[in-house]
């Protein structure tokens, strides 16, 4: 595990943003492993930027969502699915084809979970997976509990990730869902590169917590500890527990 610091919050958006357009450029189909929420808005505006410029070409990239609500359409305003379409998809001029998005409304959601592997393992995994991180140490939303070899399931959310996503609801807790479809830790490990970027002091725990204790499911981000090729891209905020 690599761990970059930056001395503000652009520049730690731009290190990991330009990185993963390198890889862009020596792979144009790269298969990219795409969050949501606040922390890589800024790496998308990027990527959008460059790719209008002329400088980076993102057209032909696979992209693919990490999770999403349980119990909500597509089309649904707070939908990780319209989120990517909004900040990935519109921006970089991709088919909607491109990015791929689990089905919130599928109508046999563990089946949903089964088709998603298959998928993955079909076109042979992920290159390079981008993570946020969530302030009690989730990635994608595997919440503390989520054991190492999890993979694509149903998931329960916890109380403080309701909260923290409760924004995007009108900021009414109870509106937002209590389950949801999310890739596993096994599955996001099988990435070739892992890219997680944390930003904010919010961060500051769940970043001491991943990079100092003990891996384990306490902590979902740990297991980022065994990934050979873990790159973490912190700003000073995120960054204070850790010297």
């Known amino acids: 595990m690599q761990v ?3 001395k503000t919050f652009a520049a730690t958006s731009f290190a990991v943003a330009r990185a993963i357009a390198d890889l862009v450029e020596a792979k144009p189909q790269l298969a990219i492993g795409l969050p949501t929420g606040n922390s890589p808005l800024a790496v998308y505006r990027l990527w959008a930027d460059w790719q209008r410029e002329g400088k980076v070409d993102f057209r032909s990239i696979r992209g693919f969502g990490l999770d999403e609500y349980l119990g909500i359409p597509a089309s649904h305003p707070a939908s990780f699915a319209n989120f990517l379409k909004q900040q990935v998809t ?10 791929a998005v689990l089905d919130g409304m ?3 959601p563990a089946q949903a979970c089964l088709d998603w592997e298959a998928k993955l393992a079909e076109m042979g995994g992920l290159d390079v997976v981008l993570l946020g991180l969530g302030t009690n140490g989730h990635i994608a939303f595997n919440e503390p509990g989520s054991p190492r070899d999890s993979r694509t399931r149903v998931a329960e959310l916890t109380p403080e990730t309701r909260r ?3 924004p995007a609801f ?17 599955s996001l490990l099988e990435a070739r590169e892992v890219f997680l970027l944390a930003l904010g002091s919010a961060k ?3 970043v001491a917590a991943m990079l100092l204790g003990l891996a384990g499911p306490h902590v979902p981000a740990s297991f980022l500890q065994a990934h050979p090729q873990t790159q973490v891209f912190l700003d000073p905020t995120a960054a204070v527990l850790v010297g």
């Open 204 to 206: 500051a725990p769940a």
């Open 170 to 186: 009108g900021g009414d807790e109870k509106a937002v869902p209590t389950k949801c479809l999310t890739m596993g830790i096994a």
């Open 106 to 108: 599928a109508p046999d």
């Open 90 to 99: 519109i921006p970089l001029g991709l088919d909607p084809g491109q990015v």
């Open 164 to 166: 923290a996503n409760a």
């Open 4 to 6: 970059h610091r930056y």
